[in-house]
């Protein structure tokens, strides 16, 4: 499987990876859940190249991630915003903080998420939506769609 197949995999898992799955993009949207809105401080905050950051921002803009918005007509200046697809992967960045705290990081935590109506310090977790119990990987079990399961055997028998 390359790359450039990604998208057209049936596993949506696949298809999340080739919007969002490389380290510069995940950065970006760590940026932007930090606060960051403008180009010169992504190059500055997550030491990338002008012409990557271009590309990734754009990519993310086409993907529907983020949208441009104006905040200057003499010079013409944007900003950037996520949009609610954008903000739906909050869950992602604080999945990949959590393991990296867990696995990665030193004694000091760099990022604490509060919570903003009671102001304590949380650490969010996956909960069942029926039964509000905390669920873990050993409590879930992944069932396959017919067409995931069908093109899983095709990559199987594949030379």
Do not use: N
């Not at 990557?52 to 949208?67: D, F, N, S, T």
Request: glycine share 6%; with cysteine; proline share 5%.
């Amino acid at each position: 499987m390359s790359r450039s197949d990604l998208p057209s995999h049936t596993c949506t898992i696949a298809r999340a990876v080739a919007q969002v799955g490389d380290e510069w993009t995940l950065l970006i949207v760590r940026e932007m859940f930090l606060g960051t809105r403008r180009f010169d401080d992504f190059l500055r905050l997550t030491g990338m190249s002008s012409h990557l950051l271009a590309q990734r921002l754009k990519k993310l803009e086409a993907e529907g991630v983020i949208r441009r918005a104006p905040y200057s007509e003499r010079p013409p200046r944007h900003e950037y915003r996520l949009t609610e697809k954008g903000r739906d992967l909050w869950a992602v960045i604080i999945a990949l903080k959590q393991w990296g705290d867990r696995w990665l990081g030193t004694d000091d935590t760099p990022v604490q998420i509060t919570h903003k109506a009671c102001g304590k310090v949380v650490r969010p977790h996956m909960t069942c939506p029926d039964c509000g119990e905390r669920i873990e990987a050993h409590d879930a079990e992944a069932q396959l769609s017919h067409t995931f399961e069908l093109e899983r055997q095709a990559a199987r028998r594949a030379p």
